[in-house]
């Protein structure tokens, strides 16, 4: 079976290991597989099988008037169309939003069928003009199948699709990647430790100020942040300006974090909003106790409240502290809570993720 992926970019983040995890998952089961990105780059940031190909179509670039943004889209609806002809799949993926609309129009009339993924909260969608939303209302219902990650976002999605479809990230940690040697040094002490890109949807700045709380009381501990972003600086100049210089450190991006999170104690997940933080299962899965804000969409539905980690109210920084601090104070709760939350591993192992999406194909 020929099977073409099409995503905005392969970069690192969930999307993009999930995407690169499902083109190796077809690729070893003897399926041609082709991912197209939109970007002017074919660099995967996660590894990609050998017999995965990769084509880049270099279609992105901003408008100064919508009536060159529409003359763009024509273009970019033409060459991918273009692509998909010259690929022939047998069935077309798209993932996140603006992607699956131009997917949608280029694939109109071949034949081929086509499923459509979102991956973040439709609410706090980057693409906020009325025209593309209105595409989407018109469009999502000629896909063949519409996934989603989670109960809250497929009720959103109530009348977009007749075949609206579950199906969570699945999640693999090897014992090779944990006992590896992390990629940055970590300092002396306990360590909770947060993920993601340094941007404001990921809640970082309330993370800090939950920390600051704690801080003065439990100085044996340090807050580790991995990632990069466009928010680095001012979450450098906040944490001077909240005097913790010697205990939160930014390690930037890394390829293997389960070599962090196991050695560290806690995972802190602050974000505003999600689709379905795969970061939040990756850190589970290696054992770490959670604590997150009961934000749209996924904490609520991956996490059992007080058994395999706790749920805090959103952007609520004095719950947020309260619990940092029991856990931190209480070594057994964190191991006991620990070992609940590695179950996850059944829960979303990549076999039984990748059943779901083969019901979809087959």
């Given at each position: 079976?020929?099977?073409?992926?099409?995503?905005?970019?392969?970069?690192?983040?969930?999307?993009?290991?999930?995407v690169?995890?499902?083109?190796?998952?077809?690729?070893?089961?003897?399926?041609?597989?082709?991912?197209?990105?939109?970007?002017?780059?074919?660099?995967?940031?996660?590894?990609?099988?050998?017999?995965?190909?990769?084509?880049?179509?270099?279609?992105?670039?901003?408008?100064?008037?919508?009536?060159?943004?529409?003359?763009?889209?024509?273009?970019?609806?033409?060459?991918?169309?273009?692509?998909?002809?010259?690929?022939?799949?047998?069935?077309?993926?798209?993932?996140?939003?603006?992607?699956?609309?131009?997917?949608?129009?280029?694939?109109?009339?071949?034949?081929?069928?086509v499923?459509?993924?979102?991956?973040?909260?439709?609410?706090?969608?980057?693409?906020?003009?009325?025209?593309?939303?209105?595409?989407?209302?018109?469009?999502?219902?000629?896909?063949?199948?519409?996934?989603?990650?989670?109960?809250?976002?497929?009720?959103?999605?109530?009348?977009?699709?007749?075949?609206i479809?579950?199906?969570?990230?699945?999640?693999?940690?090897?014992?090779?990647?944990?006992?590896?040697?992390?990629e940055?040094?970590?300092?002396?002490?306990?360590?909770i430790?947060?993920?993601?890109?340094?941007?404001?949807?990921?809640?970082?700045?309330?993370?800090?100020?939950?920390?600051?709380?704690?801080?003065?009381?439990?100085?044996?501990?340090?807050?580790?942040?991995?990632?990069?972003?466009?928010?680095?600086?001012?979450?450098?100049?906040?944490?001077?300006?909240?005097g913790?210089?010697?205990?939160?450190?930014?390690?930037?991006?890394?390829?293997?974090?389960?070599?962090?999170?196991?050695?560290?104690?806690?995972?802190?997940?602050?974000?505003?909003?999600?689709?379905?933080?795969?970061?939040?299962?990756?850190?589970?899965?290696?054992?770490?106790?959670?604590?997150?804000?009961?934000?749209p969409?996924?904490?609520?539905?991956?996490?059992?409240?007080?058994?395999?980690?706790?749920?805090?109210?959103?952007?609520?920084?004095?719950?947020?502290?309260?619990?940092?601090?029991?856990?931190?104070?209480?070594?057994?709760?964190?191991?006991?809570?620990?070992?609940?939350?590695?179950?996850?591993?059944?829960?979303?192992?990549?076999?039984?993720?990748?059943?779901?999406?083969?019901?979809?194909?087959?």
């Amino acid at each position: 079976m020929k099977i073409v992926l099409f995503v905005h970019a392969l970069p690192g983040g969930g999307a993009g290991r999930v995407v690169t995890h499902m083109a190796n998952y077809w690729a070893n089961a003897g399926h041609h597989v082709t991912i197209i990105t939109l970007e002017n780059s074919d660099y995967s940031f996660y590894p990609l099988s050998a017999s995965v190909k990769c084509r880049t179509l270099n279609l992105v670039g901003s408008s100064s008037s919508w009536v060159e943004g529409l003359l763009k889209n024509l273009r970019r609806v033409y060459l991918i169309r273009r692509v998909i002809i010259e690929s022939a799949p047998d069935y077309l993926l798209s993932f996140i939003f603006s992607t699956n609309i131009l997917v949608l129009l280029a694939a109109r009339f071949l034949g081929i069928p086509v499923i459509v993924s979102e991956r973040n909260h439709p609410d706090y969608s980057k693409e906020n003009r009325f025209v593309w939303h209105r595409l989407r209302r018109i469009l999502y219902p000629l896909a063949n199948h519409l996934v989603v990650q989670s109960q809250e976002i497929r009720e959103w999605f109530k009348g977009y699709n007749r075949s609206i479809h579950i199906i969570g990230n699945p999640v693999r940690v090897s014992q090779e990647e944990i006992e590896s040697e992390p990629e940055t040094q970590l300092p002396e002490g306990r360590h909770i430790v947060a993920m993601g890109q340094l941007i404001r949807q990921k809640g970082f700045n309330l993370l800090l100020d939950a920390f600051a709380m704690v801080s003065n009381k439990n100085q044996e501990w340090n807050l580790i942040i991995v990632g990069t972003g466009i928010m680095k600086d001012e979450l450098l100049q906040q944490v001077k300006k909240l005097g913790l210089e010697n205990s939160v450190f930014f390690p930037g991006c890394v390829r293997n974090p389960y070599a962090i999170f196991a050695r560290c104690d806690i995972f802190v997940l602050s974000s505003l909003y999600e689709g379905f933080p795969n970061v939040l299962l990756e850190a589970m899965a290696c054992g770490l106790p959670p604590v997150s804000f009961d934000c749209p969409s996924g904490p609520g539905e991956i996490i059992q409240q007080g058994s395999n980690g706790f749920l805090v109210p959103p952007e609520n920084i004095k719950s947020m502290k309260n619990t940092l601090c029991e856990l931190m104070q209480d070594e057994e709760l964190r191991v006991n809570i620990g070992k609940e939350a590695s179950k996850v591993r059944g829960r979303y192992a990549p076999d039984k993720i990748m059943k779901q999406w083969n019901k979809l194909i087959y």
